[in-house]
């Protein structure tokens, strides 16, 4: 019985990990480039029990079910929108922006970028965008990029824009703010293809999300459930049956 509430405790905290996760996805159906959350469960490991008397006599394991394990990002592409502005550009399958932020160099799939007071082409929240030479100033003038990165003020080229990707998408960790930051650089893609005038939305399906939580919900009532009759039973045996 003991055993059962365990079990039925240890999904709960799995089943509340796997609840944030998905809140989360939510909250950034949203979001330009947004690119949705997954997690893993895995087996907890079998702890030994033992009977402590004279001598130590194992009597079995404990199971405590499963846990939450790694929770990882699903970069597959997702619809694009059309803007119309000359400052927003998506990309078109792998590969990620690099970004030059004060904690260093940062990626991401929000191309929703403008020009920062200084003269410099920034994300929104106002981190530089890198091109292959660096930081790209854009002077005042008409901006143009075309479907190989390269940006164009009033017709002179200011930069290319130095799109990466990772072989293995692991490695990327989310920090907010729609970035990514990685131990290691990423490769230089060096035919990538833009989008102008468009931005990617986000990878999320709300439909699907929304049945997920539900599920989760009616999972997490029936473990409750579950440890609310073996505590009702367990009291009877203690207050009851030790009576007779």
């Known amino acids: 019985?003991?055993?059962?509430?365990?079990?039925?405790?240890?999904?709960?905290v799995n089943q509340e990990r796997k609840l944030d996760v998905i809140s989360n996805n939510l909250a950034n159906a949203n979001t330009t480039g947004f690119k949705k959350d997954l997690m893993i469960e895995e087996a907890t490991q079998n702890k030994d029990i033992y009977k402590v008397a004279e001598n130590v006599v194992p009597i079995g394991n404990l199971y405590f079910g499963v846990r939450p394990g790694e929770v990882y990002t699903d970069f597959n592409s997702s619809s694009m929108i059309e803007t119309d502005s000359?400052?927003?550009?998506?990309?078109?399958?792998?590969?990620?922006?690099?970004?030059?932020?004060?904690?260093?160099?940062?990626?991401?799939?929000?191309?929703?970028?403008?020009?920062?007071?200084?003269?410099y082409l920034v994300t929104a929240e106002g981190y530089r965008v890198q091109g292959q030479n660096g930081d790209i100033h854009i002077d005042s003038g008409t901006l143009r990029f075309d479907n190989a990165g390269n940006v164009f003020v009033d017709g002179r080229?200011?930069?290319?824009?130095?799109?990466v990707e990772f072989p293995d998408t692991t490695v990327l960790r989310k920090e907010g703010d729609?970035?990514?930051?990685?131990?290691?650089?990423?490769?230089?893609?060096?035919?990538?293809?833009?989008?102008?005038?468009?931005?990617?939305?986000?990878?999320?399906?709300s439909v699907t999300e929304l049945v997920d939580m539900i599920d989760l919900m009616?999972?997490?009532?029936a473990n409750q459930k579950v440890i609310t009759t073996m505590d009702t039973a367990l009291d009877k045996s203690v207050n009851e049956l030790g009576k007779v």
Do not use: C, H, W
């Open 1 to 12: 019985m003991i055993r059962g509430m365990y079990i039925s405790a240890g999904s709960m």
């Open 86 to 119: 000359p400052m927003d550009v998506a990309i078109k399958g792998n590969g990620l922006f690099q970004i030059n932020t004060p904690n260093g160099v940062r990626y991401t799939r929000d191309g929703s970028f403008t020009k920062s007071a200084d003269g």
């Open 157 to 163: 080229r200011a930069g290319t824009l130095n799109i």
């Open 178 to 205: 729609n970035l990514y930051y990685s131990q290691g650089g990423g490769n230089q893609i060096a035919n990538p293809e833009i989008e102008p005038g468009f931005l990617e939305g986000s990878n999320v399906n």
């Open 218 to 221: 009616r999972e997490y009532e």
